[in-house]
């Protein structure tokens, strides 16, 4: 019950977020032009900077917290998390109605597949968020097999090779060597 509550508050509060900053950013959005009409507003560069600035921060918030992206997700976890619940509810009653020998060994069986959906569920919350998220040494590895440090290979191999070039130039060449 704890987790539909949170996926419910979670659900609740990014929706707000979300109808809020857009809102914001959809009237300030159709203000602004209008500003530019009037000759007392066009004077006032501090107002319509401010106006455009508040459209801007409106929309970087949007997208930098993803209200749009974990409202969703919230509400489907809910709806999912309430399915889940009744399916192993009606589940447990039919079983009562069933023959005593076999009912521990069933609800067992039914309490340990809904654990999995549930699991799978608030998995699903995870893996949305932090599926992007990649520990420093696959960053690392990508970065080097990008190349992005080949041109410091590149120089410091440069500097190893005129030391090597001097001594291949000292040894004369015989009258049969190959060049």
């Avoid at 500003?35 to 507003?41: A, E, G």
């Avoid at 809910?78 to 069933?106: D, F, G």
């Avoid at 005129?162 to 000292?170: K, M, V, Y």
Wanted: proline residues 6%; glycine residues 6%.
């Amino acid at each position: 019950m704890t987790h539909r509550k949170r996926s419910r508050f979670f659900a609740r509060t990014s929706g707000t977020w979300y109808r809020l900053f857009g809102t914001v950013e959809v009237c300030l959005g159709v203000v602004l032009p209008l500003l530019f009409i009037y000759p007392q507003t066009v004077s006032k560069v501090w107002l319509l900077a401010t106006v455009s600035v508040a459209i801007s921060v409106s929309a970087a918030l949007k997208a930098f917290w993803g209200w749009q992206e974990q409202w969703a997700i919230f509400q489907a976890q809910s709806i999912t998390l309430a399915q889940v619940i009744s399916e192993w509810e009606i589940s447990m009653l039919n079983l009562t109605l069933e023959s005593p020998e076999t009912k521990k060994q069933e609800a067992l069986n039914i309490t340990g597949h809904a654990a999995n959906k549930l699991f799978g569920v608030l998995n699903q919350e995870h893996e949305t968020r932090f599926h992007q998220v990649q520990p420093p040494e696959m960053v690392i590895a990508a970065i080097n097999k990008q190349g992005r440090y080949a041109g410091v290979d590149q120089a410091v191999q440069q500097q190893q090779v005129p030391q090597q070039q001097p001594a291949q130039q000292q040894q004369p060449a015989g009258p049969g060597a190959a060049p």
